[in-house]
């Protein structure tokens, strides 16, 4: 199973930090990705990139994971020569983590 097949993802950004949540879809699926999708799993699928630490935060109420992913951005929207600057598509790749 993967992050997708429970779950939907939202990202956002800051300098050269991407934060990327991965939400249940239902409560049951909460359980098992806060088990599961630990920081240092998407730090090890993130690595390609020149991450250097995942942050993870859990918001139960929201059958949510919150992950702080920094040095994911390529130096950021003003420096990053990258076409998805704000790392949108990073979603997908957090999705795609085998649980």
């Given at each position: 199973m993967r992050v997708y097949d429970i779950a939907h993802s939202r990202t956002g950004d800051k300098g050269n930090?991407?934060?990327?949540s991965a939400c249940a879809y239902r409560?049951?699926?909460y359980a098992v990705l806060a088990e599961k999708l630990t920081a240092e799993k998407v730090m090890e699928q993130f690595a390609p990139l020149g991450v250097t630490h995942v942050d993870r935060y859990e918001i139960p109420t929201l059958y949510?994971?919150?992950?702080?992913?920094?040095g994911?951005?390529?130096g950021g929207v003003t420096?990053?020569?990258a076409?998805?600057?704000h790392g949108k598509s990073l979603c997908g790749l957090l999705l795609e983590i085998e649980l």
């Open positions: 930090i991407s934060t990327i409560q049951e699926d949510a994971l919150n992950f702080v992913i920094f994911s951005l390529g420096r990053s020569l076409l998805d600057k």
